[in-house]
């Protein structure tokens, strides 16, 4: 369970039990609903990270809805869009071994995450990790109900594969840019979980 869990799910979990008490039994039952989905959003479950040359993992749960083409500073490469719902477990985890390089946030809209313009246009971090292959690239972006992206990492901390690195609350997305060597192993349409999932393959000798 991410610690944030408490400090959003206690009040309504709380006042629940007060209304309870004094025999307001629906607004009792909407709070308390509220509470408890509050603790399940904010699950933290333990993962299986796979191991080998040149795995990467997904970063994030959820269903993948774009895998285009796209350059990164004039390199070309591939970006994969994954979409979380509320229901999503919404920690995200380094879909490889490195070192922070950077974490960028850009400030921007609230589009809802589903939608192809969320990645440029929405609130965002961006996050570089160094690693032996090159320079791995991925963002946490805000959606129509998440407002917050939060990143527990700082440049010059290493990570290993499939370690939490932050949060975003409540529905959002999450994309990945790999370079256009890389090997993408995921489908459209595919549902996938953070951490434990390989995505791609990009090998040291590639």
């Keep these: 369970m991410v610690k944030d869990a408490y400090r959003f799910a206690i009040p309504p979990l709380a006042i629940g039990v007060i209304c309870i008490f004094v025999g307001w039994k629906w607004p009792a039952g909407i709070l308390i609903f509220l509470g408890l989905f509050v603790f399940c959003f904010f699950r933290d479950p333990q993962r299986t990270i796979p191991t080998g040359p040149g795995v990467v993992v997904s970063p994030a749960d959820g269903r993948v809805v774009a895998i285009v083409e796209e350059p990164l500073d004039s390199a070309p490469g591939h970006r994969i869009s994954i979409f979380l719902s509320i229901w999503n477990v919404h920690v995200q985890r380094a879909p490889v071994a490195g070192r922070i390089e950077r974490v960028v946030y850009r400030p921007g809209k609230f589009l809802g995450a589903f939608r192809a ?65 890389a090997e993408i192993l995921v489908k459209c349409g595919q549902n996938i979980a953070g951490g434990s999932s390989v995505i791609a393959k990009w090998n040291l000798t590639a």
């Design 117 to 181: 313009a969320a990645s440029t246009q929405n609130e965002q971090n961006v996050i570089y990790i160094h690693s032996p292959q090159g320079t791995m690239v991925f963002k946490q972006i805000a959606g129509a109900i998440a407002r917050r992206v939060l990143c527990w990492k700082h440049p010059g901390e290493d990570v290993s594969i499939g370690e939490r690195v932050g949060l975003i609350r409540f529905g959002s997305r999450v994309d990945v840019w790999l370079p256009a060597e």
